[in-house]
């Protein structure tokens, strides 16, 4: 495959990944529902915002839907052939599609969206992910504030499976 040809499926595989990461589905269910979570609660268009404003089903929608765009991203570059280190950054764009979405305006923390690239990616790793969060919430007793312990086993898990490079 000619190198631009092979450029131009990298964009359009990127650019994929941004868009889709830009569907907010706070905003879809809010309008579902008759209501936008940017003018209530935290005025963030995420699930947690959702779910206070909306009920469980919300949050459980806006969760699904937010983490299945991670993993679209993820399991697209998976099924198009990329090498691992694109399609990693295929699902930080749709994380950060999230954060700063195609459409402008105030985009979400990224949390749900990045849950299922990490698990689309490696589950294996993601079983990390889950296990230092459980770990570090035990005295810590808030999720935000274990996210950092959930990642560090997460890198680690990637890197005791072989994905990670050791050197």
């Given at each position: 495959?000619?190198?631009?040809?092979?450029?131009?499926?990298t964009l359009v595989y990127l650019?994929?990944?941004?868009?889709?990461?830009?569907?907010?589905w706070a905003r879809v269910v809010g309008r579902l529902l008759g209501a936008d979570p940017a003018s209530g609660g935290s005025g963030n268009?995420?699930?947690?915002?959702?779910?206070?404003?909306?009920?469980?089903?919300?949050?459980?929608?806006?969760?699904?839907?937010?983490?299945?765009?991670?993993?679209a991203a993820v399991l697209a570059g998976l099924y198009?052939?990329?090498?691992?280190?694109l399609v990693a950054a295929g699902?930080?764009?749709a994380v950060l599609g999230h954060v700063f979405p195609l459409s402008g305006g105030r985009g979400g923390?990224?949390?749900?969206?990045?849950?299922?690239?990490?698990?689309?990616f490696s589950p294996p790793?993601?079983?990390g992910f889950a296990v230092g969060i459980a770990a570090s919430l035990l005295p810590l007793r808030s999720v935000t504030l274990a996210m950092p312990g959930g990642f560090a086993a997460w890198t680690a898990?990637?890197?005791?499976?072989g994905i990670l490079p050791s050197s």
């Open positions: 495959m000619p190198l631009d040809t092979l450029s131009l499926h650019a994929f990944c941004w868009a889709v990461g830009s569907i907010l268009p995420g699930a947690r915002n959702a779910g206070r404003l909306f009920g469980a089903g919300a949050f459980i929608s806006v969760f699904a839907g937010d983490a299945m765009k991670g993993a198009l052939g990329h090498p691992e280190w699902g930080s764009l923390k990224g949390v749900s969206a990045w849950i299922g690239a990490a698990l689309a790793a993601f079983t898990a990637l890197w005791f499976s």
